[in-house]
């Protein structure tokens, strides 16, 4: 474990494929625990704002091209450079609600055809996620909704392949949540798992590391 955790915020993150609803979801997941009382952030990865998150952006909107390894480091540089302001944040009681983590950087590479353990080697000694929220969707589903961007990864085919390796990458420690309902329904449901979470950190449940 990290250090004295005493009263610390909790580490939420929301996974799923393209269009499962994370971004709707964690937005609102923000304002209730807001609601309650309780200091929170957004985040998201990739973390198009820094220079490493502008290549990550340019890559994704087909401005350049990379070997998929280098372009998986980035996304996991990515990561480690908003750690140690992660881990003040969550030692300070503020809670992340995270949009796209570690996971994602695993699902999205393999699906390539990059070796899922090499994939998991960069990502290890990040902070692990208090809870991960699984939102799940059939591809075809997903692909019905608020229509795909021209984005690299937006093709229902690859979609495909990231839900095999989301599988392949689930613990019994995942929430899966039946993203095809209303966005109110899965909201109500998001809710009280979140909270538990939240108070668990509160109580002094200790920060751990990825990956186990
Ligand atoms: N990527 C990677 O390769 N490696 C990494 O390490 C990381 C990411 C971190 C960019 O991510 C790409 O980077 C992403 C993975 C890869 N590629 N793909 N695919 P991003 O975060 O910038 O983009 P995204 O997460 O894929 O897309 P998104 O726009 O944020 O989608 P979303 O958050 O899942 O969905 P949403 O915006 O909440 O909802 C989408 C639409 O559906 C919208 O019109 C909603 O109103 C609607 N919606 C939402 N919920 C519902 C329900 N319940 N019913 C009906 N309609 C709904």
């Not at 993150?13 to 964690?26: A, H, I, M, N, P």
């Not at 990865?45 to 980035?74: C, E, K």
């Not at 090499?118 to 997903?142: N, S």
């Not at 990458?169 to 209303?182: F, H, M, V």
């Amino acid at each position: 474990s990290v250090g004295n955790t005493d009263s610390r915020g909790g580490l939420i993150v929301l996974e799923g494929l393209d269009r499962c609803g994370k971004t709707s979801q964690s937005g609102k997941l923000l304002s209730y625990l807001e609601g309650l009382g309780h200091s929170a952030e957004l985040w998201r990865f990739p973390d198009r704002t820094t220079s490493v998150g502008q290549m990550i952006s340019a890559y994704l909107l087909n401005q350049s091209q990379l070997d998929d390894h280098t372009i998986h480091l980035l996304f996991s540089a990515n990561r480690w450079e908003k750690r140690s302001m992660m881990e003040t944040k969550l030692k300070a009681g503020t809670t992340l609600i995270v949009d796209r983590y570690s996971y994602s950087g695993v699902a999205f590479s393999s699906a390539k055809g990059v070796d899922v353990e090499w994939c998991k080697a960069p990502e290890i000694g990040l902070l692990a996620p208090d809870v991960v929220l699984f939102l799940d969707i059939p591809p075809e589903k997903a692909a019905e909704r608020g229509g795909y961007g021209g984005e690299r990864y937006e093709h229902l085919e690859f979609q495909k392949k990231v839900a095999q390796c989301y599988q392949i990458l689930r613990d019994s420690s995942w929430k899966i949540i039946d993203g095809c309902r209303g966005i109110e329904e899965v909201e109500k449901e998001l809710r009280d798992i979140v909270v538990d979470h939240v108070l668990a950190c509160k109580k002094g449940k200790p920060l751990s590391l990825l990956w186990s």
